[in-house]
């Protein structure tokens, strides 16, 4: 997961009878907007739905296909702050499960291969809105 000013990324497994990402992202971004006081500035649409200015109203989801598809996404969202001129580095972001990683268990073995993570989401985008 990274989380970054206008949007974040997250990888999750939702339980085996639940399919309801909408219901999931809806609550997610209602509890977290309750939570920092408002007075970001919002549009005239915004303001007339008595809507918050802190979220994208879309999402987007995918579902993970496989062991490599699963760790592009991973690095995906370490770099994400990188592609958005937020840190030189991931682990120069805070608001990451970058750090977490590292600790655990998804870390490139040898910084050769953070190099080439590094390189192959240099040109991996977000679909464009």
């Known amino acids: 997961m990274v989380v970054l000013p206008d949007h974040l990324h997250a990888i999750w497994t939702l339980p085996d009878d639940d399919h309801d ?54 690095e995906y969202c370490w770099f994400n702050p990188i592609k958005h001129g937020l840190a030189a580095n991931p682990e ?11 600790r655990d268990y998804a870390a490139p073995t040898s910084y050769a291969e953070f190099e080439k993570a590094l390189a192959d989401h240099a040109t991996y985008g977000e679909r464009d809105a």
Do not use: C
Request: proline share 3%; charged share 35%; net charge positive.
């Open 21 to 74: 990402f909408s219901k999931r992202w809806r609550l997610i971004k209602i509890l977290f907007s309750k939570s920092v006081p408002k007075g970001e500035w919002l549009t005239a649409t915004r303001r007339a739905r008595g809507e918050r200015g802190i979220w994208q109203r879309r999402y987007w989801e995918h579902l993970i296909r496989n062991e490599r598809d699963y760790r592009h996404h991973v």
């Open 92 to 102: 120069d972001w805070p608001f990451s499960s970058f750090h977490r990683d590292m």
